[in-house]
């Protein structure tokens, strides 16, 4: 039912994509992260919380929205979209065609970030997964307990009088540490990124706290602060008006010294929006699918684990998905 | 354990020098005797032997994170360090112990009389009452490759502070190997030390490289000037009937230049003699890379005492009948020096390191830029009257090092870092075409791009590769870099047919095609004109 083309993956018997890297005529979008919603293609289908911030990416496009656990028809073939766990609107799309079921997970965790719909385990023949963290030394702790770290963090800083600045995607990461701020510390801040993200949002009811830092606010005191901006703000002249700040990335890459190091910020949380190697066995595992196709991060040994260790029908799948934690965006 | 934990974290996680200083200091205040020393010894690169085998360690960790070995392989690959790959597969568990830093430094040393099983039972142990920072300090200590982010420079300065001493004595006191088993603070910090440590050498007086115009250093006649040699940064000590040869890495090297050791029968006692020590014969210098051949050596035969012998080119006199000379100025040190390498010279193994006479800068300067001819890599200026000081120094001496020779090659393969650089591809292998048109590699080389190069390259090279043989990936050859060394050498080590002497990329060559790279003909005549008979 599935193929794996140049354009992206492709249903030949209903005549659309998931996720295309190149224009086609009609595109199911699993989330809007940019690697997996481009521009170009004629018709969109996507969850209605993905709806709005497609459109600020994207422009004015053809696109039409669904609820997860919606029942659809496209050319026989039975589409439903649910929860991945991602971000806000993030799905995994299962198809259903002669009773042979795929899912096609997109970008997904298990963990609860308190703010996404949490996964939703989908039975199914054939399982696409992604595999950015898909190796043993990669161990997440509970969400919760990093943003109790960062709220810890905030007070303890703004007692010494820094302002704090939290690195984090902008759509999605920023989104879940807004949500689980501890409001009374201090005053909190939006780079003009994640504010356009929240602006969107908040037209399908999702609020956040935060001002967006503006040239009418300019000329304010910004002090003892919480700032949330993208990774690509490290080091721009951006942060100088923060001044004295102390500033931490958020990524699941934050696991590792090096990377750490590399970013050369004062703190690294590891805080991430994907499986880590636990998540990601539980969730093979939990399709009961035999066939799992082995997409964008250590491809190579996650598939030859899955066969050595369970005995599925593992393959490895190149795709054009890089991820927002690869680091290309800084 | 626990404190030194702390101190860790401290250090990783500050750039500012007296944070550091102020964070050892809290330490040493802290803490027992005993962890001071070890904790010091730790500090300043003094570590104690692996006690057992990185094999067994990475075999254990992956039977005790239920992974097969190849996953346990692929995980080392991305976190490129063999401590951190361990902690971030066991599992976290609360810590349980209360052992001091000496307490566990002790118990594997111990582990050396120990069986292979009863090893791995101490090892285990410890995997499972540690856990976070504290474990990770802890692999570091296995695996034998502990750093801390503190300079020598900066321990010396913390425990001056500490033992409110002074910076160079206490520099002067860390030289060399020592035991901190052996060693009480008062032992290791004892005031007399040539009477007490007779085999101890002096820290060495190191020359940035020139920064400014060569003009602003003033008057010619000011300074001494002398050709800048490629060996071996060495002190011989003559001192109680015991002749020792220390290395500027501070390794002690009697054993592997057993040349010396006949200067037991010309010196005076109480000698210190800094030199560079040259593979030397039939009157003329041999490259750096045979005497690289023969440290590796494990016996020194006869053999190779006959095709490469060396001798130490002097360049300066720390201490003449048992008196330190240091804060004498450089012209009466010289003037003492040439006299021990005229007339106390067994075996004429000591060269006197000529003084070269130019009436102008210019001169100078034209010396430099044609002296690989001469056989040099450039010149070292010394200030006549300057003392001879500790550690690295600016404004005294200088080098002034001749530019590197260059060479286009093309990148064919890429490995991932360590440290800074995991889990980027930034470890490269370069070739050159050969005669049949085909690629020949020739170097690796590791740094010289910029962070925002790297991640260009690692986003290049993951999507550009062709094949994968564990952590290395062939790519497309496609992209020219310009690599920059400072010597060339035949080998029959290398496909090349050369070993180059500290290769590093000099610029990213957008502008050149692969067939536009240098080819293995071009590679040897460097080899050929730069080469002096």
């Known amino acids: 039912m599935i193929t794996f083309t140049d354009k992206g993956i492709y249903c030949k018997q209903g005549n659309f994509y998931i996720d295309p890297w190149k224009p086609v005529e009609k595109a199911l979008i699993t989330h809007a992260h940019s690697d997996h919603a481009r521009y170009g293609s004629k018709q969109y289908l996507c969850h209605k919380f993905t709806v709005p911030v497609l459109r600020l990416r994207l422009g004015e496009i053809d696109v039409q929205a669904i609820e997860y656990g919606e029942k659809l028809y496209i050319n026989n073939v039975q589409v439903s979209f649910h929860p991945a766990g991602h971000i806000i609107g993030s799905a995994q799309i299962r198809l259903e065609y002669k009773g042979e079921v795929w899912v096609i997970s997109g970008d997904y965790k298990l963990s609860n970030d308190l703010l996404s719909t949490p996964y939703e385990c989908i039975k199914c023949h054939h399982f696409i997964t992604e595999s950015t963290f898909g190796l043993p030394i990669y161990q997440f702790q509970n969400p919760q307990f990093i943003y109790n770290d960062i709220n810890h963090w905030w007070r303890t800083n703004a007692s010494e009088g820094y302002n704090t600045i939290v690195l984090g995607y902008a759509l999605g990461k920023s989104q879940t540490i807004l949500h689980s701020l501890d409001k009374s510390v201090g005053n909190i801040y939006l780079h003009g990124a994640v504010a356009n993200i929240n602006d969107s949002l908040g037209r399908v009811g999702f609020h956040f706290p935060g001002k967006r830092v503006s040239e009418e606010n300019n000329k304010l005191k910004i002090e003892r602060a919480f700032i949330s901006a993208p990774p690509s703000a490290l080091n721009t002249t951006w942060l100088k008006k923060f001044q004295p700040y102390r500033i931490a990335m958020c990524s699941g890459w934050m696991a590792l010294r090096g990377a750490r190091r590399r970013y050369g910020v004062d703190k690294g949380f590891v805080l991430s929006d994907h499986c880590d190697w636990q998540q990601l066995n539980d969730a093979v595992a939990g399709t009961g699918a035999e066939d799992i196709y082995v997409t964008h991060g250590y491809e190579t040994p996650f598939v030859k684990w899955l066969k050595e260790k369970f005995g599925l029908r593992a393959h490895e799948v190149k795709t054009f998905y890089s991820n927002e934690e690869s680091g290309e965006d800084l | ?533």
């Open chain 2, 1 to 533: 354990m626990k404190l030194f934990t702390n101190l860790f974290n401290e250090i990783d996680s500050s750039t500012k020098t007296n944070i550091k200083v102020e964070a050892l200091v809290h330490y040493f205040q802290l803490v027992s005797e005993e962890d001071i020393l070890y904790a010091i010894a730790l500090l300043i690169g003094n570590r104690p032997r692996r006690p057992v085998k990185t094999s067994q360690l990475k075999l254990w960790a992956a039977e005790m994170s239920h992974i097969p070995s190849w996953l346990f392989d692929d995980c080392y690959y991305i976190a490129g360090d063999l401590a951190e790959t361990i902690t971030l597969l066991l599992k976290e568990h609360p810590s349980s112990h209360n052992e001091s830093l000496h307490d566990v430094i002790k118990a594997l040393q111990q582990t050396a009389l120990l069986s292979d099983e009863e090893k791995k039972n101490v090892i285990t142990n410890y995997w499972q009452r540690f856990t976070g920072n504290e474990l990770f300090v802890f692999n570091k200590l296995i695996t034998g490759n502990f750093r801390m982010g503190v300079s020598k420079q900066l321990v010396v300065k913390a425990l001056a502070k500490f033992l409110q001493s002074d910076e160079t004595k206490i520099a002067h006191q860390l030289m060399g190997k020592w035991n901190p088993a052996e060693e009480t603070l008062a032992t290791l910090f004892s005031d007399d030390i040539t009477a007490d440590k007779h085999y101890q050498p002096y820290p060495f007086y190191l020359a940035y490289p020139l920064e400014d115009d060569i003009h602003t250093l003033g008057d010619i006649n000011d300074w001494i000037l002398e050709a800048k040699l490629d060996g071996i940064r060495g002190q011989i000590i003559y001192r109680a009937n015991e002749l020792y040869v220390w290395s500027r890495g501070e390794d002690l090297l009697t054993d592997k230049f057993p040349e010396f050791e006949k200067l037991k029968n010309s010196l005076p006692a109480g000698t210190v003699i800094d030199g560079e020590i040259i593979p030397f014969k039939d009157n003329r210098f041999l490259s750096f890379n045979e005497l690289q051949t023969r440290i590796g050596r494990k016996n020194i035969t006869t053999k190779i005492l006959t095709e490469v012998p060396v001798v130490m080119v002097c360049f300066d006199l720390l201490e003449w009948n048992g008196e330190d000379i240091r804060h004498q100025p450089l012209s009466y040190r010289r003037e003492l020096l040439e006299n021990v390498v005229k007339n106390f010279n067994e075996n004429k193994i000591l060269i006197l390191s000529q003084s070269l006479h130019f009436d102008k800068w210019n001169e100078a300067a034209n010396y430099r830029i044609n002296a690989r001819q001469y056989g040099t890599e450039g010149l070292m200026l010394k200030q006549k009257n300057s003392p001879y000081e500790t550690g690295r120094k600016r404004g005294n001496w200088w080098k002034w090092k001749t530019g590197p020779m260059t060479i286009d090659g093309v990148l064919l393969y890429a490995q991932s870092g360590h440290g800074r650089r995991a889990n980027l591809f930034t470890d490269y292998t370069f070739a050159v075409w050969d005669e049949q048109k085909k690629l020949l590699p020739f170097t690796k080389a590791y740094s010289g791009l910029t962070d925002k190069e790297i991640i260009e390259m690692d986003n290049w090279i993951k999507r550009n590769t062709i094949e994968k043989f564990g952590p290395v990936r062939s790519v497309k050859p496609y992209h020219v870099f310009e690599i920059a060394f400072e010597g060339i050498a035949e080998s029959t080590r290398h496909k090349s047919g050369v070993a180059l002497r500290f290769p590093r990329i000099l610029r990213w060559r957008k502008d050149k095609h692969a067939e536009e790279a240098n080819t293995v003909e071009e590679l040897r005549s460097l080899l050929k004109n730069n080469n002096h008979e």
